[in-house]
């Protein structure tokens, strides 16, 4: 079967640095998603990795290995506002969207 | 980025009725809609997948009877959910994508659907 795993919860410190782990299992691979998604909203892109390596966007990377089915989302300089769900998505070898259940990330002051 | 307007935001229905959730892609044309549901702190489920102009496909489980999907043209998809009873309450969200290889896909803003 096809399953992405990610941490249920995770607490940091405003002004800290939090890394949120994805490791995934799918038939095929044609991507990996992040998005951000705040309680009762829809989810918002963050980043896309599709070959090895560290995509960084401000404040926000996303790091993949493929041979590890792994991939982790690390955010720099936490703010308040950055509390809310992360959720991993992996695109499948039929370009299927394949959602983790989501990290729900708690910033404390 | 690309925006997908989505509406209505909230309803809330009597059972047996039906309600429609429309998602428009404002500034590109949606080859591919993506229709989703979310239950409280659950990841996204895919319902089905429609391409302008042909029947959607829908995913193991969900009734293509009850939950209407119509993608009749490259800026619009609608989703009917038909004779609605209370545990048809969740939140629907819509998602487009562009042409039709791996791409971004945009998300309307959802739909919180209360049945009673």
């Known amino acids: 079967g096809q399953n992405i795993d990610q941490p249920t919860e995770m607490t940091a410190t405003e002004g800290a640095i939090v890394q949120i782990n994805c490791t995934y299992q799918?038939?095929?691979?044609?991507?990996l998603f992040w998005y951000q998604q705040h309680a009762g909203e829809a989810p918002t892109f963050l980043s896309y990795?599709?070959l090895d390596g560290l995509e960084e966007k401000g404040r926000f990377s996303s790091f993949l290995s493929r041979s590890k089915g792994y991939s982790y989302l690390l955010l720099k300089e936490l703010q308040m506002k950055d509390s809310a769900s992360y959720l991993c998505?992996?695109?499948?070898?039929?370009?299927?969207?394949?959602w983790g259940a989501g990290t729900k990330l708690i910033i404390k002051p | 980025g690309a925006v997908v307007s989505q509406h209505p935001s909230w309803v809330i229905c009597k059972s047996g009725t039906s309600v429609k959730i429309e998602c428009r892609s404002l500034?590109?044309?949606?080859?591919?809609m993506f229709w989703y549901r979310q239950f409280p702190k659950q990841s996204l489920m895919l319902m089905a997948t429609?391409?302008?102009?042909?029947?959607?496909?829908?995913e193991q489980g969900v009734e293509k009877d009850k939950f209407l999907i119509n993608h009749a043209s490259l800026t619009l998809s609608t989703l009917t959910v038909t004779s609605a009873h209370p545990e048809d309450s969740s939140f629907y969200i819509c998602?487009?994508?562009?042409?039709?290889?791996?791409?971004?896909?945009?998300f309307g803003e959802g739909s919180r659907l209360t049945v009673l």
């Open positions: 998602s487009g994508k562009e042409g039709l290889e791996v791409g971004e896909l945009f």
């Open positions: 500034d590109f044309q949606a080859t591919t």
């Open positions: 429609s391409n302008e102009g042909s029947k959607a496909t829908y």
């Open positions: 799918t038939s095929g691979f044609n991507g």
């Open positions: 990795n599709v």
């Open positions: 998505a992996v695109m499948d070898s039929n370009y299927q969207l394949i």
